[in-house]
């Protein structure tokens, strides 16, 4: 990728946005209690949290690759018929506050809910208020972060390669798998890595879908929440910590998947 | 500040539009009599959540009988008002759901004299209507086999409800502990759960979707609410105005109609 220096015109905009986006996280900084920090992050819970917190998050993204990347290739590639509408529909819970989120799950996968109903009845598993309807609602939000950015990488490669592969007589599922996916590579990492942290964040949809206990649903958005309710001190800990964890991921998996320095992220 | 304002005359208009059913006699006979030198401007109420409806109505009450009066209202749970309010949100009237969070207020020196309890509320069993899973007392919220929602204890009816279970020597066993108290009424209003631990005032709040449960124990945990006029408030006249109606037999009857009790 070529290097050049910033012109005037961009470099007083980007520090700005540079300033609005890291002021808050120096507030923080400023107002951690460090003296304290020892007792605050070996309370009973923390650490609970926080293994919940990226677990949850973990399995939200995988589910959303899963999931995700097909329809991304549907809204970018295929010639099925309202596709606009498609586009639109499956981007709806980037719009939807998260809470009223949480209860549309609970109207279709809780106990009495369309599918959660005949779920319960048939198999007598009810859904809400366990690990499972965290993942489940952390995935609801995040997957249409995954979507869009894997949609926009694949509207972005050229699909001249694939017109070779499939002149060379490789089927199309063929084409996907060994043409186009590794193409969108950096595309599906970079969603993965937004889907991740809006699922590592997720507050409003699983708090309501997934309901708050120790251990099983609490996540550690839920329990900096709650934390301040008591002892803000401790929310602003509790807020670091989830914050470093993710910094810290992130950075590793951008050295992992992409190379010391990537360009693509 | 602007944008508050365009936003107060919004919600203005939406209770207006709301409430014409039955306010309109009433409206026109109090201002009638309203006086000329009364409260102007708008009058920032800081109320506790569980307050919403009952405030709402006495807001529009006040506005009724004073012209020119319009009463704006933040409601939220009480921590997070206490917070706001120590961070230097303006606001002319702060009405608690606990002691704890006013003592907030007064210890950071912001109430302008001292804050005065104008009501109570108790605890009570919501279940959803037609109680389905046959919940009797609080003994219930000890069932393995129940789905149970109640508050987290970092809130204040969490607090209570912690209480109310060693007052009665029971071990609760809930699958989720809510945020604040609508939290748990939702789960109930959607059949979620089988019993929630809440307010009173919650479960009239609910109306036909709910029931509510009343129980002995309730009595170890009476919630006190408290209400300060504040020191910086911008409108002293209209905070006195809503203070004393909310203070007043009417303000009273009020409360009581939605499930609240006399300090």
């Known amino acids: 990728m070529r290097r050049e220096r910033t012109p005037a015109p961009l470099l007083v905009p980007a520090t700005l946005a540079v300033a609005f986006l890291v002021l808050p996280l120096a507030g923080l900084l400023v107002r951690t209690p460090w003296t304290q920090l020892g007792t605050l992050l070996t309370a009973p819970g923390v650490g609970q949290a926080l293994r919940l917190s990226l677990l949850s998050a973990t399995l939200a993204t995988a589910v959303s690759v899963v999931l995700g990347v097909p329809l991304a290739w549907v809204l970018a590639r295929s010639r099925a018929r309202g596709r606009a509408v498609l586009r639109a529909l499956v981007t709806v819970p980037l719009v939807l506050p998260p809470v009223v989120g949480g209860v549309a799950l609970f109207l ?17 598993v009810t859904i809400p208020f366990t690990t499972a309807a ?11 972060f995954l979507v869009i950015s894997v949609e926009g990488a694949l509207r972005a490669a050229d699909a001249r390669y694939e017109d070779a592969a499939a002149t060379l007589g490789a089927d199309r599922w063929t084409t996907f798998r060994r043409v186009t996916l590794p193409l969108v590579a950096p595309g599906v990492a970079a969603g993965a890595v937004l889907c991740w942290a809006r699922a590592l964040g997720e507050f409003g949809a699983t708090i309501t879908f997934a309901g708050n206990f120790p251990g099983t649903t609490q996540t550690m958005p839920l329990a900096v929440y709650l934390a301040l309710q008591r002892d803000p001190q401790a929310a602003i800990v509790l807020s670091l910590v989830l914050l470093l964890v993710s910094v810290a991921t992130l950075l590793l998996l951008r050295d992992r998947w992409l190379g010391r320095g990537g360009a693509a992220g | 500040m602007r944008s508050g304002r365009v936003l107060a005359a919004l919600a203005a208009a939406v209770l207006t539009a ?14 009638a009599e309203a006086s000329p030198g009364g409260p102007t401007g708008t009058v920032t109420v800081f109320a506790a959540a569980s307050l919403t409806d009952v405030f709402t109505d006495l807001g529009q009450r006040l506005e009724d009988d004073h012209d020119g009066l319009t009463v704006q209202f933040n409601f939220a749970g009480s921590s997070a008002l206490a917070t706001q309010l120590t961070q230097g949100a303006p606001a002319d009237v702060f009405a608690s759901a606990n002691g704890t969070q006013m003592a907030v207020v007064t210890d950071a020196g912001l109430a302008d004299g001292e804050p005065a309890v104008f009501t109570a509320n108790v605890l009570q069993i ?5 109680n389905p899973a046959g919940v009797t007392g609080l003994a219930d919220f000890g069932r393995e086999d129940l789905t149970l929602a109640v508050c987290a204890p970092e809130v204040p009816c969490g607090a209570a409800a912690e209480d109310v279970f060693a007052a009665a020597g029971v071990t609760a066993r809930p699958d989720t502990q809510e945020e604040d108290v609508r939290a748990a009424l939702t789960k109930v209003e959607l059949g979620e759960v089988d019993a929630a631990l809440v307010y009173a005032t919650d479960v009239v709040a609910a109306g036909d979707a ?7 124990e309730a009595e170890d945990a009476v919630t006190d609410y408290p209400l300060c006029t504040l020191a910086a408030a911008p409108n002293p006249d209209g905070a006195r105005a809503f203070v004393d109606l909310v203070r007043s037999a009417e303000g009273q009857q009020a409360l009581e109609a939605a499930g609240f009790r006399a300090p």
């Open chain 2, 18 to 31: 709301a409430g014409c059913g039955g306010g309109d006699d009433g409206a026109a006979a109090s201002t």
């Open chain 1, 108 to 124: 279709v996968l809780g106990r009495q809910g369309i599918v959660g109903s005949w779920l319960a009845g048939t198999t007598g």
């Open chain 2, 210 to 216: 709910v029931e509510g449960i009343a129980f002995p």
């Open chain 1, 134 to 144: 965290v993942v489940i609602a952390e995935t609801f939000v995040a997957m249409p």
């Open chain 2, 126 to 130: 919501a279940v959803p209507a037609g």
